[in-house]
């Protein structure tokens, strides 16, 4: 797996995780986790794929609702996963169309709809590291 991957991957080997699982303990550990910190994360990786970070702006702000200064107060309050997305203005009504495995987990079977948007959204940045074309990871 390549450094950054999955900015979750990083966290759970970065607090020692023995082994992750799917389970209410883990996912309140993730939600605590600071978007303002993952979206760093984002940014690294997606730049090391000669990607930007007005594309991450761009999947992020279209899967979750927020203009641009809603998005960038986030980042300075330094609010944490579940707060990032419980404040969303609206999930975009195309997110059930992201599909596939993140970090070891079919998108569309998890059950925790909080932990679904995580994903959803760990998925668009991995699509555009992987040099996907916007139009294709935002659903058009």
Known sequence: MQLFDCAIFFYQKFYNFKEYKMNQMN????????????????????????RTA???DTVILWLTGYD??????????????ETF?????????????ITGVICGYRIEDIEDPLMQKIRYMDKL?????????MEKILRE
């Open 125 to 133: 940045v991995d699509e555009l590291a992987k040099g996907r074309k």
């Open 54 to 56: 007005d594309e991450v």
């Open 68 to 81: 641009e200064k809603q998005f960038r107060e986030q980042i300075d309050k330094k609010a944490d996963l």
């Open 85 to 97: 997305f419980t404040e969303a203005p609206k999930l975009n009504p195309n997110a059930s169309k």
């Open 27 to 50: 996912n309140t550990k993730i939600y605590q986790y600071s978007f303002a910190s993952i979206y760093r994360l984002y940014v690294e990786k997606v730049e090391k794929k000669g």
